[in-house]
């Protein structure tokens, strides 16, 4: 879609240019012209006095539709091993290949991932597509695209997941521009529609609303989904399930990164992978009553985890802000001390099978979300259930 000017009814009144907010159009010998920056959000269109502009709709073919089939899983790979989003995209690109009675194919880029890509048949894939190669034991986005790139030209599938992690967040975009069609990060919910489109949900404008995006003239639909979101598929090998190994060119193999040297980072726990988390929210009135939820935390094998405010006070690590900027998480347990329970924050943490939320308002929002409710001081009751916990007892007997 693009914005043109009928050149023999613009008057040069400039309305258009006052009304765009991305300076995307100027006057030349007394006509409107649009440059590249226009953002198509039609507000000249609706000022211009004259009916002078209007959308013209893009001469892209539509793509064939019905050429395309089946969900495509891109497996990640950090060294030999599988990254765990994985075998949560299978777990949900299984059940949206179910609804369309399609196929799911899984495609492992990488080096030394055999193993790995053949026990992705026990969980529910249709087809493994491997591409193993030395050039590709570290991610680098050229080779990366051109393998994935491979494999859609290849299976033609109707969807295409991918993590939302970093090497996702890389490779995805990349791969959407070279197909041609629509992505859309951060999905929190998947559904198909009778006719295969894809419904990408996820929050937009700061999680005030949840986004229903479609992708309807093109294939295939791409969506990024973050590390704990969805269900992890479950352990299940389908009839014919089969692995094939693929190969690259040299020319497709080649990158202009070399990787010297890689250091690992000193790995920290994440608190996505935590089974038990003590939130901690604005309700805490001084750092140092962190110590609360420490203490708590530690008696309870778990970590701590904040809300934003936290993380920008300076009271907690980005690694621990738990919500729509920060990390999902999916615990056995969550305790919510002095938290509200704004969207943003409930947004990373629905997953949790239990919420134990303490707040002194009964209004909270953060109690229509929890399982158990405590309506209280939080520095009266957070003392006595670490005082039951050091005596021995039982979370379910102290709470
Ligand atoms: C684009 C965008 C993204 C965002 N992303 C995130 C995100 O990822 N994560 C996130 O957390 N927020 C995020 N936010 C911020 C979010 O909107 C809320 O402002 C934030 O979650 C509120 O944090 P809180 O619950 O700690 O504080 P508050 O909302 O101030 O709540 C404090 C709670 O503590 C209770 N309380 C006070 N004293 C006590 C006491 N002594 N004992 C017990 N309870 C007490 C109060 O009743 C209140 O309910 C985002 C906002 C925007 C706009």
Redesign the pocket.
Known sequence: MALKVITDRCTGCGRCITVCPFDAVYLENDVAVITPGCRVCRLCIKECPEDALYLEESSQPEADMAGHSGVLVVAEAVESKLHPVTLELMGKGRELADELQQKLYVVVIGHGLKSAAEELLQYGADEVWLYEDASLKHFRIEPHTNAAAHAVSGLTPNIVLIGATPVGRSLAPRLAVRLRTGLTADCTTLKVKENGDLVQIRPAF??DVMAQIVTPQHRPQMATVRHKVMDPAQRFRREGAVLRQQELTDSALASRIRVHSVHRRREKPSISDAEIVVAV???V?EQKDLKLADDLARLLGGQVGV????VEMGWGDHTQ??????RSIRPKLLIA?????????T??ASGAECVVA????PD?P?FSSAHYGLV????EIVPKVIAGLERGESIHAVL
């Open positions: 700061g999680g929210g604005r309700g009135k809300t934003r405010p936290l802000q738990i919500g729509l900027s920060g001390l002095g938290i509200s329970g704004a969207v943003q924050f947004a990373g303490i707040n002194s308002d909270a953060v209280g001081d939080l520095y």
